[in-house]
C-alpha cells in the first residue's frame, strides 16, 4: 500500500550574517542549511545524522517555523491539501503547532525550574485553551501515566527528578495536544546509556499506540539503526545521501556515510574490519569549498568536485546520494 506522505520539504535554505561593514551591510554569511529537500511520510521515522554543526538543528527550527527560511518551502498536509507554514498567518500557525510538536536535547535546561511538572505538563493545554482545570489535570495524569511517571510526580519540580525522567516530562508536554508529528532533537544524547535503551523503547512504543510520525536527529548512529526506518545524512548544511535504514548501513554511497559507518565502535575486541577514515577538519560554513564540499576530505576526489556541486540523484529506489562517483 502506498505510503501518504505528511510532510514535504522543498529547497530549504538558511543563512546568517556573521559579520557587517561600514553602512551595516552583511559582509559574510555562514551557510547554516542549503538547498534541503525530502519528503515525509505518515508513520514512519527519518533520522538526520551528520556531525556537529552540520544543519540538523537549525533545519528542525524551519520544519517548525521558529526560524524564517531565506528561500525553499514546508508543506504539511491539512485534510489532503499542501499548506507552506511560511505563508501561515499567526492564527493558523497557532492552530498548526498543536500537530506539529518539538522534544528538546537536554531535558532540564527544556524545563521550567519554578514549574510543578503537572503545570509543564499541561501548559500547551493552557495556551490552546483546551478543557477545564480539572479536565487538564486528569488528561496530564494519563500522560504521566503513559509515559511511565507516578501520580505523585505531580507536584514535584524538575531538580528532583533524574535525567530519565526529566525528558519523559518532555515527551509527555509534547503528546499532550495529540500531534501528529514530534521533532526529536538528540533527545537521548544527554542520558546515561542504560536510560537511553528505556527511552528510544518508549518513543517506538508511543508511535505504534498513537500512528507518530518522528523525524529523529541524532548524531549516534547506533541509535538511529535502531530507531529509524529511512536516514538523511547531512554535510555543511546538504543532505548527501538519504536511504532506508537497513540499506545505508549495509550499502552505503557516499564517501562521508562511509566514514560515518565505519567510525560506530564493535562491540567483538577480535573482529577486523577495513576503517575508512575522515581525515581533516570539517571546512567553515562561512567559507565552504567551491564544488562538493566534501571534496577536501574525500580520497575519491576528481576535478570534477572542485568545481561543480552534485545533485542529489535516486540511485536504486529510494536511495539517494550527492556525489559524482554516481553522476
Known amino acids: 500500500m502506498m505510503k501518504e506522505a505528511l ?44 556531525e556537529s554543526g552540520c544543519g540538523k538543528s537549525t533545519t528542525r527550527k524551519l520544519l517548525l517555523r521558529l526560524l524564517e527560511s531565506d528561500t525553499g518551502e514546508v508543506l504539511f498536509r491539512d485534510q489532503g491539501e499542501w499548506i507552506n507554514i511560511f505563508q501561515l498567518p499567526p492564527k493558523k500557525l497557532r492552530e498548526l503547532r498543536k500537530r506539529m510538536q518539538v522534544v528538546f536535547q537536554d531535558p532540564y535546561a527544556s524545563l521550567d525550574p519554578k514549574w510543578r511538572v503537572g503545570d509543564i505538563i499541561s501548559e500547551p493545554l493552557r495556551i490552546h485553551g483546551i478543557g477545564t482545570r480539572e479536565q487538564q489535570r486528569e488528561k496530564v495524569m494519563e500522560l504521566m501515566e503513559l509515559v511511565g511517571l507516578r501520580s505523585e510526580h505531580y507536584y514535584r519540580y524538575p531538580h528532583e527528578f533524574s535525567g530519565g525522567q526529566r525528558q519523559r516530562v518532555g515527551i509527555a508536554r509534547a503528546l499532550a495536544l495529540q500531534p501528529e508529528l514530534i521533532i526529536a532533537d538528540e533527545p537521548v544524547s544527554a542520558l546515561d546509556v542504560s536510560i537511553q535503551a528505556q527511552v528510544i523503547n518508549m518513543f517506538k512504543d508511543l508511535q505504534e499506540k498513537f500512528g507518530l510520525t518522528y523525524i529523529f536527529i541524532a548524531h549516534d548512529l547506533g541509535v538511529v539503526k535502531h530507531i529509524c526506518d529511512r536516514v538523511g545524512v547531512m554535510y555543511l548544511g546538504k543532505i548527501v545521501e538519504m536511504a532506508p535504514t537497513d540499506e545505508l548501513f549495509s550499502n552505503p554511497r557516499h564517501p562521508y556515510t562511509k566514514g560515518l559507518i565505519s567510525s560506530i565502535p564493535v562491540p567483538d575486541p577480535k573482529s577486523k574490519r577495513q576503517l575508512k577514515l575522515l581525515e581533516g577538519e570539517v571546512p567553515s560554513p562561512i567559507n565552504p569549498p567551491e564544488g562538493c564540499s566534501f571534496h577536501p576530505r574525500c580520497q575519491n576526489v576528481r576535478d570534477i568536485c572542485r568545481k561543480q556541486d552534485p545533485p542529489l540523484l535516486e540511485l536504486d529506489s529510494g536511495h539517494e546520494v550527492s556525489c559524482h562517483l554516481y553522476t
Not at 10 to 36: C, D, M, Q
Open 7 to 50: 510532510l514535504e520539504v522543498r529547497n530549504l535554505t538558511k543563512y546568517f550574517p556573521v559579520s557587517k561593514g561600514i553602512f551595516g551591510k552583511p559582509r559574510e554569511w555562514l551557510r547554516a542549511v542549503h538547498n534541503v529537500s525530502f519528503i515525509l511520510y505518515s508513520g514512519e521515522t527519518l533520522g538526520l545524522v551528520g
